[in-house]
């Protein structure tokens, strides 16, 4: 990809993750009575940024939702929080997509899974771990079917952006 | 091809599933005992450990509010931003929270066969 082509791409996807960010805070789930469940529709634009661009970009792209998020509309355990989901899932996306055996929805599952399991362990650093294991079962099964819807959309997304991609190419 | 990637998605789907699974069980089956008092922690600090069986109204720090009547706890007030530990249910049974994270209140039954030591 040019590299001019590649940072408008990188900087309308940026802008598309805050959108999704702020579109999830206007229209809270049922949180299911634990705090921390959401889409998390933003990472959809990290995934693009991945597939289609790269690892490094992928993950700027992470660390400036994250921040933005933060600055916006957040507090600083706010940001540990986000961090260690984020570093969690974003791991996870990367190991599970380089060994080629996963499409994007177990990969996006996994990655949901493992943003809770990232929340969850700050958490239990920060305040009572016992208290906090009762919640991690449903914090996990959330995040794994919001991470496959995630995944399935993507799928859908990606068909299209890469039969542009090849166009332009 | 495709077919062998969305069988590895599905496997990769159930083995996370299965573990959750498998804490739901750990942290939950020995839960089914009524506890004996509450613990209340700040930042992981304990605070204070309240009897069940006495009705009881307990201020933590300024933050919130936890209440006992009927052998269970809950929050009646808190200065959090989302309130779920407000419209959390009352826990009895042991091993059983209410989590505030933006205040970083725990509160926790003790006591029965606890898993947690």
Redesign the interface.
């Given at each position: 990809m040019k590299t001019s082509r590649k940072i408008a791409l990188l900087g309308l996807l940026t802008a598309l993750c805050f959108v999704l960010s702020y579109i999830e805070f206007l229209l809270p789930l049922p949180?299911f009575?634990?705090?921390?469940v959401k889409l998390g529709l933003a990472n959809l634009c990290v995934m693009a940024a991945l597939w289609l661009v790269g690892a490094k970009e992928a993950a700027a792209i992470n660390l400036i939702r994250i921040i933005l998020n933060w600055a916006i509309f957040g507090?600083f355990?706010g940001l540990l929080?986000s961090l260690a989901g984020g570093f969690l899932s974003f791991l996870a996306m990367l190991l599970?997509k380089k060994s080629g055996?996963?499409?994007p929805?177990?990969?996006s599952?996994?990655a949901g899974?493992l943003h809770n399991v990232g929340q969850l362990a700050v958490?239990m650093l920060?305040?009572?771990?016992?208290?906090?294991?009762?919640?991690?079962?449903?914090l996990?099964?959330c995040g794994?079917a919001a991470g496959?819807v995630n995944g399935l959309v993507f799928s859908a997304i990606l068909l299209r952006l890469q039969r542009k991609e090849n166009h332009h190419e | 091809m495709k077919n062998k990637r969305l069988l590895c998605d599905l496997l990769l789907i159930l083995a996370i599933a299965a573990l959750a699974g498998a804490i739901f069980l750990l942290t939950r089956l020995p839960s089914g005992e009524e506890g004996e008092a509450v613990e209340i922690r700040i930042g992981g600090e304990l605070f204070k450990v309240l009897p069940l069986d006495t009705d009881s109204s307990t201020d933590v720090g300024g933050l919130c509010t936890v209440v006992i009547e009927n052998g269970a706890a809950r929050v009646s007030e808190s200065t959090c931003s989302n309130l779920l530990c407000v419209n959390h249910r009352p826990i009895s049974r042991s091993g059983e929270s209410i989590v505030c994270l933006p205040n970083g209140v725990t509160v926790r039954v003790s006591g029965g066969a606890d898993f947690y030591i």
């Amino acid at each position: 990809m040019k590299t001019s082509r590649k940072i408008a791409l990188l900087g309308l996807l940026t802008a598309l993750c805050f959108v999704l960010s702020y579109i999830e805070f206007l229209l809270p789930l049922p949180s299911f009575g634990v705090p921390g469940v959401k889409l998390g529709l933003a990472n959809l634009c990290v995934m693009a940024a991945l597939w289609l661009v790269g690892a490094k970009e992928a993950a700027a792209i992470n660390l400036i939702r994250i921040i933005l998020n933060w600055a916006i509309f957040g507090s600083f355990t706010g940001l540990l929080y986000s961090l260690a989901g984020g570093f969690l899932s974003f791991l996870a996306m990367l190991l599970l997509k380089k060994s080629g055996r996963f499409s994007p929805i177990g990969i996006s599952a996994a990655a949901g899974a493992l943003h809770n399991v990232g929340q969850l362990a700050v958490a239990m650093l920060l305040t009572d771990a016992a208290a906090l294991w009762y919640y991690t079962p449903v914090l996990i099964i959330c995040g794994l079917a919001a991470g496959a819807v995630n995944g399935l959309v993507f799928s859908a997304i990606l068909l299209r952006l890469q039969r542009k991609e090849n166009h332009h190419e | 091809m495709k077919n062998k990637r969305l069988l590895c998605d599905l496997l990769l789907i159930l083995a996370i599933a299965a573990l959750a699974g498998a804490i739901f069980l750990l942290t939950r089956l020995p839960s089914g005992e009524e506890g004996e008092a509450v613990e209340i922690r700040i930042g992981g600090e304990l605070f204070k450990v309240l009897p069940l069986d006495t009705d009881s109204s307990t201020d933590v720090g300024g933050l919130c509010t936890v209440v006992i009547e009927n052998g269970a706890a809950r929050v009646s007030e808190s200065t959090c931003s989302n309130l779920l530990c407000v419209n959390h249910r009352p826990i009895s049974r042991s091993g059983e929270s209410i989590v505030c994270l933006p205040n970083g209140v725990t509160v926790r039954v003790s006591g029965g066969a606890d898993f947690y030591i």
